[in-house]
């Protein structure tokens, strides 16, 4: 890991290894350029995925260094045009190695189960592409959250979403081997904008999610290209080649995940159509964790020959499935057609229950990973029962006069439904697994936005619904399937089933998104867990006096 601190990360290659540009004695080579600087405070926005950001004007406006001659002052310069593209790159020099190895060893041992799309066992920090482990250290330093580990975070991943951009050349032909770990360090960085609590992150986030998904959708198509040239010639018989094709291949299978899990975030967060349209019941798996980190090619032979019979699903690509349908939503309720976009909404519904009664058993089975996995389930069904917009537009998130009338109308009579029941029963199971969280864990990508999605329907249900809302005892698992396969699966207990099904008064969903919103002011090093839970707290407090956030 030497020279990690004198990387130029506009001036080199992508495929090149580290370059050491300034002497290893270096004064400056563990601090930014001028010494640490701290960001200005910011003031919290209350709506993490309000679409409306305020552009504030550059503090340094660009000026021309060209001296207009008299007379001609009004004239366009070429010189001060060919400027204004050359916009000056900040100076990014690193923090100190101990830092940057922190960084890793933190993904390598806590992190890497959120993103799980670098094959650990043959990662080399001194020998990968720069950018994906600059990425890998940026994602680490939000999760370790001090305010330096902070400040380098946001420096880290504006320098690096920059140097993808600068770099990538879609005229040339590059090898797999060049275009794989930037892809990797793109989709890392996705992470990170879903996970930092910030808007300008969450819209980056969006615009580069289709130029990701597009180059992974290229890459696949080369690496084809290349087995099928492979394939013609004679087989190989060399295990260690082998082996290397195998993890090439799972890696861009693994990346197809994160695409399809970030498509169905993003439409999910923002409640827009997924710049991908998604076959949830068709996403390709992933192999197992344990094979794809075998250490050795004689290791990853044997755990071949175990698992002979078709794998279960590991949790990641479990996960890809579920945003599968959230993204299906997110086009469905996009039509300008009312009644085809229930259709098909109640069409995809039935697809998931169907899904979910046949997979339960895999959505429970893992204990490292189940909470994660259900609880994602559970806020796929929340999102096809109800129209998450509207409920944020009822709460201000647009403005204060961005909800009519008509619309809280709706949602008044969508509280007095056994669609509003069957939700609010979803988003008390939510709010069983988030208590289950461990001070030690590290939760997915999906947890927190799920969380604030329960959160918020509770607390809207509290106000909406009729007082005697519970006073008609419906038998949810005779209804609706799902109830009744999470019961046979035995994962909550009895009392837990039965508090979840049979007591939804809305003094209990009141009680409820209190708590879920002191919950997610703690859960985990994600920021944008705090983020939400200062918007739930609001709402729930404006909801009280009746009065729109703004």
């Given at each position: 890991m030497e020279d990690l601190g004198t990387y130029d990360l506009f001036n080199a290659c992508p495929g090149n290894p580290w370059l050491p540009l300034r002497p290893p004695d270096d004064q400056h080579s563990g601090h930014m350029s001028g010494g640490p600087q701290r960001p200005p405070i910011e003031i919290p926005q209350r709506w993490f995925n309000k679409r409306f950001v305020d552009l504030q004007p550059s503090s340094r406006p660009f000026t021309s260094q060209t001296t207009l001659m008299p007379g001609r002052e009004h004239e366009i310069s070429r010189d001060a045009l060919a400027g204004s593209l050359r916009k000056q790159l900040p100076d990014v020099t690193l923090p100190s190695t101990g830092f940057l190895n922190r960084c890793i060893r933190m993904f390598s041992t806590q992190l890497w189960h959120i993103i799980p799309i670098v094959h650990l066992p043959t990662f080399r920090p001194a020998q990968t592409n720069p950018l994906l482990l600059l990425s890998i250290c940026s994602l680490s330093a939000l999760a370790e959250g001090s305010p330096d580990a902070l400040y380098h975070a946001e420096r880290l991943f504006t320098a690096i979403n920059k140097a993808i951009l600068i770099s990538s050349q879609p005229s040339e032909v590059v090898s797999i081997e060049q275009t794989l770990p930037i892809l990797q360090a793109a989709?890392?960085?996705?992470?990170?904008?879903?996970l930092s609590g910030k808007t300008t992150d969450l819209m980056l986030s969006q615009l580069y999610h289709g130029p990701l998904g597009f180059g992974i959708l290229a890459l696949e198509k080369l690496m084809l290209q290349s087995r099928a040239t492979e394939l013609s010639m004679s087989p190989s018989l060399d295990p260690e080649q082998d082996w290397s094709k195998w993890i090439q291949l799972q890696t861009v299978i693994r990346l197809r995940n994160a695409i399809q899990i970030h498509n169905g975030e993003i439409s999910a967060i923002l409640h827009a159509p997924s710049t991908f349209r998604s076959d949830p019941v068709n996403v390709q798996t992933a192999a197992p964790d344990a094979l794809f980190l075998a250490k050795t090619p004689a290791e990853w032979t044997a755990a071949s020959s175990r698992n002979v019979s078709v794998p279960l699903p590991v949790p990641f690509s479990l996960c890809a499935v579920i945003e599968g349908f959230i993204a299906a939503v997110g086009h469905a309720r996009a039509t300008p057609f009312a009644e085809v976009g229930l259709q098909t909404t109640q069409a995809l519904l039935a697809m998931l229950c169907t899904w979910f009664d046949d997979s339960i058993q895999l959505l429970t089975s893992d204990s490292a990973n189940k909470l994660s996995v259900l609880m994602l389930?559970?806020?796929?069904?929340?999102?096809?029962?109800?129209?998450?917009?509207?409920?944020?537009?009822?709460?201000?998130?647009?403005?204060?006069?961005?909800?009519?009338?008509?619309?809280?109308?709706?949602?008044?009579?969508?509280?007095?439904?056994?669609?509003?029941?069957?939700?609010?029963?979803?988003?008390?199971?939510?709010?069983?697994?988030?208590?289950?969280?461990?001070?030690?864990?590290?939760?997915?990508?999906?947890?927190?936005?799920?969380?604030?999605?329960?959160?918020?329907?509770?607390?809207?249900?509290?106000s909406y619904a009729p007082i005697t809302a519970n006073a008609e005892l419906w038998k949810l698992e005779d209804t609706f399937s799902e109830f009744n396969s999470v019961r046979k699966a035995k994962y909550y207990t009895e009392q837990e089933w039965t508090s979840a099904t049979c007591d939804i008064t809305p003094e209990r969903c009141s009680a409820a998104s209190f708590a879920m919103a002191a919950i997610l002011?703690?859960?985990?090093?994600?920021?944008?867990?705090?983020?939400?839970?200062?918007?739930?707290?609001?709402?729930?407090?404006?909801?009280?006096?009746?009065?729109?956030l703004t």
């Amino acid at each position: 890991m030497e020279d990690l601190g004198t990387y130029d990360l506009f001036n080199a290659c992508p495929g090149n290894p580290w370059l050491p540009l300034r002497p290893p004695d270096d004064q400056h080579s563990g601090h930014m350029s001028g010494g640490p600087q701290r960001p200005p405070i910011e003031i919290p926005q209350r709506w993490f995925n309000k679409r409306f950001v305020d552009l504030q004007p550059s503090s340094r406006p660009f000026t021309s260094q060209t001296t207009l001659m008299p007379g001609r002052e009004h004239e366009i310069s070429r010189d001060a045009l060919a400027g204004s593209l050359r916009k000056q790159l900040p100076d990014v020099t690193l923090p100190s190695t101990g830092f940057l190895n922190r960084c890793i060893r933190m993904f390598s041992t806590q992190l890497w189960h959120i993103i799980p799309i670098v094959h650990l066992p043959t990662f080399r920090p001194a020998q990968t592409n720069p950018l994906l482990l600059l990425s890998i250290c940026s994602l680490s330093a939000l999760a370790e959250g001090s305010p330096d580990a902070l400040y380098h975070a946001e420096r880290l991943f504006t320098a690096i979403n920059k140097a993808i951009l600068i770099s990538s050349q879609p005229s040339e032909v590059v090898s797999i081997e060049q275009t794989l770990p930037i892809l990797q360090a793109a989709a890392i960085g996705q992470t990170y904008a879903l996970l930092s609590g910030k808007t300008t992150d969450l819209m980056l986030s969006q615009l580069y999610h289709g130029p990701l998904g597009f180059g992974i959708l290229a890459l696949e198509k080369l690496m084809l290209q290349s087995r099928a040239t492979e394939l013609s010639m004679s087989p190989s018989l060399d295990p260690e080649q082998d082996w290397s094709k195998w993890i090439q291949l799972q890696t861009v299978i693994r990346l197809r995940n994160a695409i399809q899990i970030h498509n169905g975030e993003i439409s999910a967060i923002l409640h827009a159509p997924s710049t991908f349209r998604s076959d949830p019941v068709n996403v390709q798996t992933a192999a197992p964790d344990a094979l794809f980190l075998a250490k050795t090619p004689a290791e990853w032979t044997a755990a071949s020959s175990r698992n002979v019979s078709v794998p279960l699903p590991v949790p990641f690509s479990l996960c890809a499935v579920i945003e599968g349908f959230i993204a299906a939503v997110g086009h469905a309720r996009a039509t300008p057609f009312a009644e085809v976009g229930l259709q098909t909404t109640q069409a995809l519904l039935a697809m998931l229950c169907t899904w979910f009664d046949d997979s339960i058993q895999l959505l429970t089975s893992d204990s490292a990973n189940k909470l994660s996995v259900l609880m994602l389930c559970h806020s796929c069904y929340i999102h096809m029962l109800c129209d998450m917009d509207l409920f944020e537009r009822a709460c201000g998130r647009d403005g204060a006069q961005a909800a009519s009338t008509e619309e809280k109308q709706t949602i008044r009579d969508w509280a007095s439904t056994a669609d509003a029941r069957r939700a609010a029963c979803h988003a008390f199971y939510i709010q069983l697994l988030l208590e289950r969280f461990r001070l030690s864990d590290v939760p997915g990508m999906h947890v927190a936005r799920s969380s604030w999605h329960a959160g918020l329907l509770l607390a809207v249900y509290s106000s909406y619904a009729p007082i005697t809302a519970n006073a008609e005892l419906w038998k949810l698992e005779d209804t609706f399937s799902e109830f009744n396969s999470v019961r046979k699966a035995k994962y909550y207990t009895e009392q837990e089933w039965t508090s979840a099904t049979c007591d939804i008064t809305p003094e209990r969903c009141s009680a409820a998104s209190f708590a879920m919103a002191a919950i997610l002011r703690r859960l985990g090093p994600w920021r944008n867990a705090a983020t939400y839970a200062d918007t739930l707290g609001h709402v729930i407090d404006l909801l009280e006096r009746d009065e729109p956030l703004t």
